[in-house]
């Protein structure tokens, strides 16, 4: 993709997110908002491997890379259950706008609203991955898994190392939680949910670079003291 075919459309999620961010959160708005757009930034890289890897056509290759730019514009609107939902209002008004064709805004819109999928930690993956593969478009199943992919891997090693610096966390505290915690359960839910033949492939690798960095964590950081006080000693 050039870097400038979707430059207005870029300009204009950039925007919206820092106001929308803004608008709920003066003080850290702008934060919130960097943050989103550059994942945006990722899932749109990962679409255009996706696409590669599934030799997508023209037509799919545009509403794909569209949708993953306009995917979280509404993350700051509305509750995270309705982002998808609206985020595809906004898409459509400004489609529909720069005159792009009803069929692509369609599309697009649908993309966006899907990737939003209502996931249930309840139910086996491969129900859910079966129901999405049944019921979903593969334009949204490319843009779904390519925001999934985004949250396995390096970027989920990063996230959480930025969420636990911020409660303070000492290192062996943290190698902690990343070896035994949410961050590891996550990335594990999010790998099992991928749909897409490319995007299978490169959960896979993703998800064995975390867990080899985990081992390394796990030979190189102490996370439990050995000479533990376990009772007080006698005077």
């Known amino acids: 993709m050039s870097n400038t075919t979707y430059q207005p459309i870029a300009d204009y999620v950039r925007a919206y997110l820092l106001r929308t961010a803004k608008s709920g959160d003066p003080r850290y708005g702008e934060r919130r908002a960097t943050a989103r757009y550059w994942h945006t930034l990722n899932v749109l890289r990962n679409v255009e491997l996706i696409l590669d890897g599934e030799g997508s056509d023209a037509t799919i290759r545009q509403i794909c890379e569209i949708g993953a730019l306009f995917h979280d514009v509404d993350s700051y609107t509305v509750a995270h259950s309705d982002h998808g939902i609206r985020g595809a209002e906004t898409a459509t008004r400004f489609l529909t706008k720069a005159g792009y064709a009803p069929e692509i805004v369609s599309a697009v819109g649908r993309a966006v609203r899907d990737h939003n999928y209502d996931f249930d930690d309840d139910r086996p993956a491969a129900e859910q991955v079966a129901e999405m593969m049944k019921t979903l478009p593969h334009a949204s199943l490319i843009v779904l898994d390519a925001d999934l992919l985004d949250k396995i891997g ?69 996370m439990r003291d050995p000479f533990a006080v376990v009772a007080a000693v006698g005077g």
């Open 154 to 222: 390096v970027s989920n090693i990063m996230a959480a190392m930025i969420q636990m610096g911020r409660t303070d966390k000492h290192a062996y505290e943290a190698a902690q939680e990343l070896t035994e915690g949410w961050p590891l359960e996550r990335a594990h839910f999010w790998h099992d949910l991928l749909t897409t033949k490319t995007g299978r492939e490169m959960g896979r690798q993703r998800f064995a670079f975390y867990q080899s960095f985990l081992e390394q964590v796990k030979g190189e950081i102490v």
